[in-house]
């Protein structure tokens, strides 16, 4: 799944050991969930969402299109 994740991130400049902190969970999750490796839980997903004050579809883009 496509994501904003680093972008957002870098506009910010947190690293992701600090975006990962913000989230509570590892850097290497961060990593994974930037470069399209893992998708996060929904859970994880709307505390990304908050964190970064957008709906999870500004964040993520399943591919999928409307109408």
Not at 35 to 61: G, V
Request: net charge positive; aromatic share 8%; glycine share 4%.
């Amino acid at each position: 799944m496509k994501n904003r994740l680093k972008v957002l991130r870098a506009e910010r400049n947190w690293s992701q050991a600090e975006l990962a902190g913000r989230l509570d969970v590892s850097r290497q999750a961060v990593n994974a969930i930037e470069t399209s490796k893992y998708d996060p839980s929904l859970p994880l997903a709307f505390k990304i969402a908050r964190l970064f004050d957008l709906s999870i579809e500004e964040i993520f883009d399943d591919g999928e299109r409307r109408g």
